[in-house]
């Protein structure tokens, strides 16, 4: 301690103090981009934005964006973020950071300087450049055109609502929400496309979408040349379809135009968000190695001071702690805390590797530090960086341990532990851990029965023989909803061997209301 | 290329449309909730926001996601005795150590989803359920004692407000002024007479003789102007302001006998509850005294006001004179303003009914603002309502109402508060 307060003083160097000014966030945002465009970090262009902890509440309950549709439901995060907050039960997010082209990054009013430089390091910084790096976000997400679109959502549900009536918009968005996970495209890219064109499409889709409805769901007798061709009973859909709000959207039989649009809308966003969902460790691991990496380097530098690095240090710290299974405050592994270690790990791996690193990691121990996480920034996602990059060292360090837990056991067994014998067997337990595929129930659409009572079957194939939760049949009546007929769900084994099914009537063959 | 933008200004409060949208959806639970809280919190507290609970179950949005069941394998932080192939009892009821809890979606607590409601929504779905449509409207007229304080004079009154020195300095004011050309040229005359006389002109020189008679005329103008004319005088003036009585005390009276059941309570309570509100408008302190009676009459606390399970026959009397006495004894009239909201089921002993009236005619209501009496009942008016009957002839600050059903409150609130006559 003695010796660091030796150090001459930096001529930049930010005062000690803990109440932030304008020029004071300026200040260090230049020496936090300065420092991170020495590392190599090429983001979007930075928007800051400083917000109250209301704003902050606001943003953080509707779903994270600047602009969203008005719904109940983000109406209920607010209370329950509201009420957490005023009690002192929690603290808000630090920051919020959006997907977009310029990068917009929240930060809140009651922060201190030294947080507001966190901020400014982890999410400016960090998220800014795994979004415009990661594989996953440049698939999938259009970050040039997300407000626009947002905006666009919102104006056309505000104006549904005007004319359909709120009750009547809200229960089909109630619907889209409950099957939302199930909106999502993983192979096919969305196109990049303007707020303008974005209408004009809009347009034009409800035109052809009406259209294709009536040659599937048409009444009148086909001419004979037809019929012999249609002999068969061709199967619907030829393929099962994973993406049930695009079923919905393009197939459902009884859907106005508009209701088709918003369908469309949840699925979008939904799609908007799926490669967050695969990649929360990496994602935060990122920014958090950056904003410690960043900081660290600005002290060295002297243009923080002591005061200025224990306040940081301490937010650091509670950040990527990580409670062990048998605390009470044990809530699943700490994003924060798997994501640092891991991305740490890498640069010593790169810096420092031991023999054991050299077995493990050929390829990377010993090389360039910095670009060997740029590879794995821009390469991976949560289930695939895991298996690839999670090293014996951090197993050890972390106590990792699998438990099987077979429902035909009376107990639960420990299949691996932190030994070399388990190193192996844990990383791709926990990297399966991560596989959305495995999280989430597989439920897919199986078939339409076109020519009788037009119900809808999905089937869902059970992984692990684990069961369906309770609400499924909650979810099922939504699907009836939307698709206006009786729903089906068949539970069916990997084999395909029919286990159980639900079923949802649909007792009044109405319209939606 | 970077911003710096300081959002703090605008587009505050973005959520309020999804929480009134989220209001909107649970009415009826928050209603049911409302309710509930009515009934467990104090009369004085009831101004402020309040913990709203609805259950779960109603607000839960569901998903597709899996049960516990099968095969679940699950890695874990922290392992400390563990090795390998060890066996591990099944923790009871699902979840702690060495169990998954990811992906079991129907592990999450069964507890009721609790949000805070702020004080104007409280507020709103309190008097919804009253069916009030506007509490400002009504404004209270009972009695206010107003001082006289003197403020300046003013030019129409009574004579015997005169205010003579003034309207004596106003009339000199006005004499100068209005034979003020007359006496300067009065003056001029006689001065140039003055200078002819020394002259020696002769006395029937046509310029003396017509000297004086311009002297006499400006004199005779002079005398002209009145000494006193109605437009000098000046009365005194003196206004009413009203006397600063921030404090009131607020008697609660309630018959607690036997028929006064848990609903009837509640409808009393609501009733007190409104009434309180309405005077905390007025006063800026108020003090809530419950007076409960059967046979005897005795002063407790809230609690003990709504919930406490003693009861007998009725001598509302006790109460009124327990009354009296408090009165007497801690609110000595001139420095409170006394409210008394009576509710009873009207039941009461026979002979006691005519002591009840006399008492309030004679010896209460001299001494309190205003009097409500509020019968509880879907019965036929009884012999204390009667007697009662009788009071708002001597007495024009007392009000009785019947109330049949928690619907009745408001209405019945707004007539006996409402704008009288003066």
Not at chain 1, 299 to 327: A, C, R, W
Not at chain 2, 167 to 184: C, Q, T, Y
Not at chain 2, 394 to 415: G, S
Request: include cysteine; charged fraction near 25%; hydrophobic fraction near 35%.
């Amino acid at each position: 301690m003695n010796e660091m307060t030796k150090r001459p003083p930096h001529p930049r160097a930010l005062p000690e103090q803990s109440e932030w000014t304008f020029e004071l966030i300026e200040q260090a945002h230049e020496e936090i981009k300065r420092v991170a465009q020495g590392f190599g970090l090429d983001t979007y262009p930075n928007q800051l934005e400083i917000i109250t902890a209301e704003q902050m509440m606001d943003a953080y309950t509707s779903v994270g964006m600047p602009v969203s549709y008005n719904h109940w439901s983000f109406g209920k995060h607010f209370l329950s973020t509201e009420k957490g907050y005023k009690r002192g039960q929690m603290g808000l997010a630090y920051e919020i950071v959006i997907n977009s082209n310029p990068c917009i990054a929240y930060l809140m009013e009651e922060n201190s300087l030294t947080m507001q430089a966190l901020v400014i390091a982890h999410a400016a910084y960090g998220h800014n450049s795994f979004f415009k790096g990661n594989y996953l976000f440049r698939t999938w997400t259009d970050a040039e055109a997300i407000v626009d679109y947002m905006v666009f959502a919102k104006n056309y549900i505000a104006e549904c609502e005007q004319r359909h009536g709120i009750d009547a918009v809200e229960l089909l968005i109630d619907s889209c929400h409950a099957i939302q996970n199930y909106g999502v495209d993983r192979y096919k890219r969305p196109a990049k496309l303007s707020l303008a064109q974005e209408q004009a499409r809009q347009k034009e889709r409800e035109a052809y979408l009406q259209s294709q409805l009536n040659e599937l769901w048409r009444t009148l007798p086909k001419r004979p040349e037809e019929e012999a061709v249609a002999q068969a009973p061709a199967r619907f859909p030829p393929e099962p379809e994973e993406n049930l709000l695009y079923f919905i959207e393009k197939y459902a039989p009884l859907l106005e135009p508009w209701q088709r649009e918003l369908v469309r809308i949840v699925r979008k966003i939904s799609q908007y968000f799926y490669p967050q969902r695969q990649t929360q460790v990496m994602n935060e691991g990122w920014a958090t190695f950056w904003h410690y990496t960043i900081l660290n380097q600005l002290y060295d530098e002297g243009v923080i001071g002591n005061g200025f690095m224990m306040e940081f240090l301490k937010s650091h710290t509670n950040v990527v702690y990580q409670p062990p299974v048998h605390s009470p405050y044990y809530n699943g592994i700490n994003p924060y805390a798997l994501g640092f270690a891991m991305m740490t790990d890498i640069r010593r791996i790169c810096e420092n590797p031991t023999a054991e690193d050299r077995e493990w990691f050929p390829d990377i121990a010993g090389s360039d530090w910095k670009q060997t996480l740029q590879f794995a920034m821009r390469n991976f996602k949560d289930e695939s960086f895991i298996a690839q990059y999670l090293s014996p060292r951090l197993i050890r360090e972390f106590h990792f341990f699998a438990v099987l837990d077979d429902d035909r056991n009376e107990k639960l067994s420990v299949s691996a532990i932190h030994d070399e014998m388990g190193y192996r067997y844990v990383r791709q337990q926990l990297a399966d851990q991560y596989n959305l595929g495995n999280r989430e129930p597989n439920i897919q659409v199986w078939s339409v029965n076109t020519r009788d009572d037009r119900a809808l079957t999905l089937r869902h194939t059970q992984f692990n023989r684990r069961p369906l939760n309770q609400q499924a049949h909650e979810v099922l009546k939504h699907v009836a909803r939307l698709w206006g007929f009786d729903v089906h769900l068949d539970t069916v084994s990997p084999e395909g061997k029919l286990i159980s099914t639900l079923e949802c009537k649909r007792e009044k063959r109405g319209r939606l209301a | 290329m970077s911003y710096l933008i300081d959002r703090r200004l605008q587009g505050k409060n973005k959520s309020a449309v999804n929480r009134e949208r989220f209001l909107r959806r649970y009415k009826g639970q928050i209603k049911d909730a409302v309710g509930r809280a009515i009934k467990g919190r104090s009369i004085t507290d009831i101004e402020n926001g309040e913990k709203v609970s609805i259950p779960v179950k109603d607000v839960n949005e569901p998903s597709f996601g899996h049960a516990h069941g099968g095969v679940w394998e699950v890695v874990n932080p922290g392992n400390q005795e563990y090795q390998k192939g060890d066996q591990i009892a099944r923790p009871k009821g699902g979840g702690g150590s060495g169990r998954g809890k990811a992906g079991n979606s129907d592990q999450t607590s069964e507890d009721d989803f609790i949000f805070e409601l702020s004080r104007e929504e409280f507020m709103n779905y309190f008097f919804e359920d009253l069916e009030l449509p506007n509490l400002v409207k009504t404004q209270l007229t009972a009695t206010t004692d107003f001082k006289s304080q003197r403020a300046g004079y003013t030019v129409s009154g009574t004579p015997s407000n005169i205010h003579v020195l003034r309207s004596l300095r106003g009339a000199l004011g006005r004499r100068i002024a209005v034979g003020g050309p007359s006496r300067k040229a009065l003056a001029e005359a006689e001065l140039e007479l003055e200078t002819l006389l020394l002259a020696d002109v002769p006395l029937d020189d046509f310029r003396v003789v017509e000297l004086k008679k311009k002297i006499h005329h400006l004199h005779t103008r002079l005398l002209a102007i009145p000494y006193i004319d109605p437009f000098d005088l000046r009365y005194s003036n003196r206004i009413k302001i009203p006397k600063p009585m921030t404090q009131a005390v607020m008697f609660c009276i309630m018959d607690v006998s036997g028929s006064m059941d848990e609903g009837r309570k509640d409808t009393a309570k609501r009733f007190f509850i409104l009434l309180y509100l309405f005077l905390k408008r007025v006063y800026d302190k108020i003090e809530v005294v419950f007076i409960r009676h059967h046979t005897a009459a005795a002063e407790v606390d809230e609690h003990e006001f709504f919930h406490s399970r003693e009861s007998g026959g009725t001598v509302v009397s006790s109460a009124l004179n327990l009354l009296n006495k408090v009165i007497d004894e801690r609110y000595g009239a001139g420095q409170w303003n006394s409210y008394v909201a009576q509710a009873s089921d009207g039941d009461n002993w026979d002979n006691d009914s005519v002591l009840c009236r006399q008492l309030l005619v004679n010896t209460i209501m001299p001494k309190v603002q205003y009097y409500t009496y509020v019968e509880i009942t879907d019965g036929p008016p009884q012999n204390l309502w009667e007697q009662y009957a009788q009071v708002p002839d001597l007495h024009q600050h007392f009000a009785m109402q019947k109330i049949v059903t928690p619907a009745d409150i408001y209405p019945v609130f707004r007539e006996l508060f409402k704008k009288q006559p003066k």
